[in-house]
């Protein structure tokens, strides 16, 4: 598409703490390098329908340790259809844009994939999602602020736990990958952890609780993610119940407060290198890339196989799990 002269940049899907900070690092990488910057209003859809906004330093002023997305974010039925990815390149053509930094998840780069695919545009995607489940990248955007926005909070709840003798069912984020729930229950000490990566798990914890737990605690925390095929943490929780009668047994579902908050310290560098990195990735030629972290490295990895494999979860971690609950 000739030489580089503007950029798009959008967030899409789930928000995460850290995307205003990447948002705040791509406009000011571009402007630095001699670009302009156009800003894109609720994600693929406002690309659909040309809700654009031109970027300057002073729009970024102020934005790195707050939580949300300044840009919006939205999901487009539209823009998963072949004519609505037509209509968004024609938008781009409109204002003159020469490539787009795409900020999201799994969803979020496939249609990235797709538009760079079938109109040769050039993109690079910054991975922003709380479940740290994509391919290529050790750590996302929003994962590290999520991870203690859960410890924080059941901390608080095993103390009441162990004021009352209750055993908690804490349900956090994580339909699909349990990374979340892995590491924020090893955090805070978790008697169990229940994830969709591991199928046996409800068998396993009712277990440990007639063996283990009955003769040596009074109440604990289970941490379930949410995307369980056995169920939620209500429906493990009725499980239980209804074997362990003697138990007290209550339900937390944490919810979106876990997308919330001002990102920590580690989200905002990780989102300030991410957003530099796209920007120099698109200025050195590269398309239908994430730039992610491995080992701490900047790392370039082709959307397709961020989209097509899946992460796989920690064996010593979930080890480490089992040697702590005794």
Not at 74 to 98: L, Q
Not at 266 to 285: F, I, M, P, T
Not at 304 to 318: E, F, R, W
């Amino acid at each position: 598409m000739g030489k580089l002269k503007k950029i798009g940049v959008l967030t899409s899907g789930g928000d995460a703490p850290g995307m205003n900070a990447a948002i705040r690092a791509v406009t000011r990488a571009a402007i630095y390098n001699g670009l302009e910057v156009v800003g894109i209003r609720h994600g693929y859809e406002g690309l659909i329908q040309n809700w654009m906004k031109p970027m300057k330093s002073h729009n970024v002023s102020n934005i790195l340790g707050r939580g949300g997305t300044i840009l919006k974010t939205a999901r487009s039925e539209e823009f998963r259809t072949v004519e609505g990815r037509k209509k968004a390149f024609e938008t781009i053509k409109e204002n003159y844009i020469d490539a787009l930094v795409v900020i999201g998840g799994d969803g979020t780069f496939t249609g990235a994939r797709l538009l760079s695919e079938e109109h040769d545009i050039p993109i690079v995607g910054i991975p922003g999602t709380i479940d740290n489940d994509l391919f290529g990248t050790d750590y996302t955007i929003g994962y590290d602020t999520a991870i203690n926005t859960v410890v924080e909070a059941v901390d608080k709840i095993r103390d009441t736990a162990s004021a009352h003798n209750r055993l908690f069912f804490v349900e956090v984020m994580g339909r699909n990958a349990g990374f979340l729930a892995l590491r924020s229950g090893i955090a805070c000490g978790a008697e169990a952890i229940l994830i969709p990566e591991v199928e046996t798990e409800l068998n396993k914890l009712k277990d440990y609780l007639e063996k283990g737990f009955k003769r040596k605690k009074s109440s604990g925390i289970i941490l379930v993610a949410e995307g369980k095929e056995s169920g939620g943490a209500f429906e493990i929780a009725n499980k239980v119940q209804e074997d362990f009668k003697e138990y007290d047994v209550r339900v937390t579902v944490l919810g979106h407060i876990q997308r919330g908050g001002s990102p920590t310290a580690q989200d905002r560098v990780a989102a300030s290198r991410l957003g530099v990195a796209a920007v120099e990735a698109l200025l050195d030629d590269q398309k239908s890339i994430m730039v992610g972290f491995q080992h701490n490295d900047i790392v370039h990895v082709p959307f397709n196989k961020t989209t097509k494999n899946n992460k796989p979860v920690s064996k010593y971690l979930l080890d480490i799990v089992d040697i702590l609950s005794i």
